[in-house]
């Protein structure tokens, strides 16, 4: 698409000073089937009610939002300013009467880069809308119906890939959510951390709100679809319900078997769809409940969780499925420790130099580390 331009002309004069106020509404046809007639419209509704009283009520708006900001007690000023960068962008980027959903980098500027083409993906899930449901949760709540709305797509996916249940693409286009990840990315096949991301994204929302009459509609046929989609997905053998052949976050060409990010999270999946069916007034498959007890989540002989079957501690960065095991899923190992230390060591794994993904050690850090050594992950992460 062309840019859009406006070019005003007039005669200045000497001495005096100007001031442009422009009204302007942009339609996508994703949104309406005359989306230049649309914005005309608004852009006459938006003039009815003038300049100075829309300016007034966003400035209300956003002395509302401001209030929730992040303050980083103790830390480098340059910090907190770039806290509130990525606060107003993220602000900025999302609004509860959003049709569609908002892409990793929303209205963010990154100079040469081609933002996975505007797709909607995980990262909404799991880091946007935890965010929101604080400070905006009729946004978050927006973003989570851009799921439930469009679940034909996702059930179409899974019946493709052989499964039941909903499948919810790595890249997810906005008007269809059909896949639409370019040919090379060949992670689109088997990323499949991804449903239950967005099933964790609804299940914090109802957590959080109690909103049980939105949840029957919108959360429930989510949670419902991705346990289904878990439950098919994976297999009972003698070391318990395993996820054979499948990749985590870190976007690798090869899948694996058991990573441990994918199985965490889909037990965690099982587990929420059982627990919330009662308040949703539904009734949960008892499978769940017994296939997440049995979840194979790989660990070593000092019960570190490895990021895979066949994981090596010295596996270079271009073949570790590392960043799985930072995330805001949780983890718990069946056995007993060995070690008092376990999680120290677990921790010290997880760290490990060869592990890439700056974005998920910051949220270990914040789980795990004092303040001061947060700050030291995500300068050297970022």
Request: charged letters at 25%.
């Amino acid at each position: 698409m062309a840019p859009l331009r406006s070019t005003f002309a007039f005669r200045a004069r000497t001495g005096r000073a100007y001031r442009l106020r422009q009204m302007t509404a942009v339609v996508s046809e994703e949104m309406h089937h005359q989306p230049d007639l649309q914005a005309v419209w608004l852009a006459y509704g938006g003039l009815s009610r003038g300049f100075d009283a829309l300016r007034k009520e966003n400035r209300e708006a956003w002395d509302t939002l401001w209030r929730g900001r992040v303050n980083l007690v103790g830390a480098p000023t340059r910090w907190q300013a770039l806290a509130d960068a990525a606060y107003f962008y993220l602000q900025t980027s999302v609004h509860g009467s959003n049709p569609t959903s908002t892409s990793m980098f929303g209205l963010a500027y990154w100079p040469n880069y081609h933002y996975y083409r505007g797709h909607v993906m995980w990262d909404i899930e799991t880091f946007v809308v935890p965010t929101l449901i604080l400070s905006q949760p009729n946004a978050a709540r927006t973003l989570l119906e851009f799921r439930s709305q469009r679940l034909e797509g996702a059930r179409n996916n899974a019946s493709l890939h052989g499964y039941r249940g909903v499948q919810f693409p790595w890249e997810s286009s906005l008007r269809f959510a059909e896949e639409t990840a370019p040919r090379e990315a060949a992670a689109a096949a088997h990323e499949h951390h991804v449903s239950p991301d967005v099933a964790f994204a609804f299940s914090q929302y109802l957590h959080a709100t109690h909103d049980w009459e939105w949840g029957r509609e919108h959360a429930w046929p989510v949670l419902e679809g991705v346990a289904d989609w878990v439950a098919s997905r994976g297999i009972e053998t003698r070391r318990g319900f395993e996820i054979k052949q499948a990749g985590g976050v870190a976007e690798k060409p090869s899948p694996v078997d058991n990573n441990a990010f994918v199985n965490v999270a889909a037990r965690t999946a099982l587990l929420e769809a059982t627990a919330l069916a009662e308040p949703l007034r539904h009734v949960a498959d008892p499978a769940w409940a017994r296939l997440a007890r049995k979840m194979y989540v790989p660990v070593d002989r000092n019960d570190v969780i490895r990021n895979h079957d066949a994981y090596r501690h010295r596996e270079p960065p271009q073949s570790a499925h590392g960043r799985q095991t930072a995330s805001p899923v949780r983890a718990r190992c069946r056995r007993r420790p060995r070690r008092p230390d376990r999680r120290r060591s677990r921790l010290s794994h997880c760290k490990h130099p060869n592990i890439p993904g700056p974005e998920l050690d910051v949220i270990l850090g914040v789980e795990r580390f004092p303040s001061q050594n947060v700050v030291h992950l995500g300068g050297h992460g970022y």
